[in-house]
C-alpha cells in the first residue's frame, strides 16, 4: 500500500483509513445528523482525524458526507452481499481554495468533460495534496495550476473551513466507488477585486472549461438545493435567471456566457450523466462560506462547536493555526 494521506485515531495509535469504509461513519458523522465536528491535524500531506481531542491536533472542522454516500450504503447491506472493494487501497487526501475576492465573490471553476472524475461539474480550484506539502502550499499550487493566478505573499489571509468524504462515483446506480477521498476546503480572502483577480486569470484548458464568480445571494440558493430528492424546486424569488461567466473554447478563445442559474440548482441524478451542476461537497463548503460572512443564522455543525467569523492571518499550515482560529469555542 501506498504512504497513508488520511489517518483514524480511534481506539488505539493512528491507522490509515480505508478505501472500503466511510470515513464519516467511522467518526460517528452522517447525513441524518449533520456535519460532525472532528479533530484534525495535518503535518505535510498527511491528515489524522478523530472525534476526540488528540495531542497535535490544531483544529476541529466539521466533517461531511452525501446523503447516498456509496460507502455507507454497501455499509448496510448484510456483508455476504457486499460486493469486494480494494483492501490494499487507503483514502485520498485533497485540497480546494475557495477563493474569496475582497468585494465578497467566490471563484468556482467547471470541470472539462474528458476529465475521468466528476466531469463537467462546477468545484472550486482543487486537487491532490502532495506527499510533504504543507495544506496551504498545495491549496496555492492547484489554484495556481487550474486558473493561473498567484497570490502574492501578505496580500491574502486563509481559515480551513470543512472536511468533505468524497466518493465517486457517488451513486450506487453509477456503480462501484472507484476513488475516495476526504477534502479539505480551505478560505483563501484575497485583497484584490473580483475586477483584478479576473484581469490575471489565465484558465489551465486541459482542467477547466468555463470559469465564474458567485456572490453570496446565489451562492446561498445553490447551497441550499437538497442533493438526494428528486423534485424539482422553482426558482427561488430574487434571484437573477442568469449569472456572467466565461468559457473556454477549443481553439483556447475564452467567451462571456450567460449562465443559467438553474443549472447551478440541479442535483445529482440517479443515472449516470454529464450533466452541469455544481459539486455536492461545494454546497457544503459555500454553506460554511456563508457562514463564516455571517450570512447563516444556522450553525452547519451539532454537538456544539461553530465556525469561528474572525479571519486568521497568513499561516504556513494547519497546525500553526493557534486554538482560537480555524473552528472556534464550542457552541453549535
Partial sequence: MAAARVLLLLAGPPEPASFARSVCGLLGAGPERGPRPTHCSLKRGQLVLSDRPFPGAAARLPLQRSPFCPFAAL???????????PTDRGVDLGV?????????TVLLTRRTRTLRVSPNIWVPPGGHVELEEELLDGGLRELWEESGLRLAQGKFSWVPLGLWESAYPPRLSWGLPKYH?????????????EQQLQARIQPNPSEVSAFMWLGPDVAAAVAATADGTETARPLPQGLPPSIPAVELLE?????????????????????????????MGTKFALRL??????????????????????????EPTLDALPPSQGLGKPSS
Avoid at 451539532?302 to 497568513?314: F, V
Wanted: with cysteine; net charge negative.
Fill in 96 to 104: 480546494a481554495v475557495i477563493l474569496q475576492s475582497c468585494d465578497q
Fill in 181 to 193: 477521498h476526504i477534502v479539505l476546503y480551505l478560505l483563501v480572502t484575497s485583497q484584490e477585486s
Fill in 289 to 314: 462560506w456563508l457562514q463564516h460572512l455571517g450570512r447563516v443564522t444556522t450553525p452547519p455543525c451539532e454537538s456544539g462547536a461553530h465556525l469561528d467569523p474572525r479571519p486568521t492571518k497568513e
Fill in 251 to 279: 481553439d483556447g478563445e475564452a467567451r462571456p456566457q450567460a449562465l443559467p442559474v438553474a443549472t447551478l440548482l440541479r442535483t445529482t441524478p440517479t443515472t449516470a450523466k454529464l450533466e452541469e451542476r455544481v459539486s
Fill in 75 to 85: 455499509e448496510q447491506r448484510p456483508r455476504g452481499s457486499r460486493p469486494e472493494l
